[in-house]
């Protein structure tokens, strides 16, 4: 039915609009149109995986979710390993447990 009663359904818009926010965040901050347009990116696809979440027989919205979390997790933790600073690594931290939210959906 599309309503849905996908347990990281609700947890996948909120994550999407903390990418967006931080994306917009290192705009103002550093003026870095790459994060803006990446986190933008991002969040699309966490809106449009969030929203095939839930649609019985089908697990394509969880899978999306699932690769773009690992993706943005994987990412991030290079910048951090490169950079040192401490929101990459937080991005990397939140997006590794989210990535587990869905694996443990997909059991």
Not at 38 to 64: F, Q, Y
């Amino acid at each position: 039915d599309g309503s849905g009663d996908e347990p990281m359904k609700g947890w996948t818009y909120a994550y999407a609009l903390i990418v967006v926010v931080g994306g917009v965040m290192a705009y103002v901050k550093k003026g870095s149109t790459q994060s803006l347009v990446a986190s933008s990116g991002v969040a699309v696809l966490l809106l449009i995986a969030a929203s095939l979440m839930g649609v019985p027989t089908s697990k394509v919205g969880t899978i999306l979710a699932l690769a773009t979390a690992v993706g943005l997790a994987a990412m991030m933790g290079l910048k951090a390993k490169k950079t040192g600073k401490v929101v990459p690594v937080v991005v990397s931290v939140y997006s590794a447990a989210m990535a587990c939210g869905y694996m443990v959906t997909l059991m």
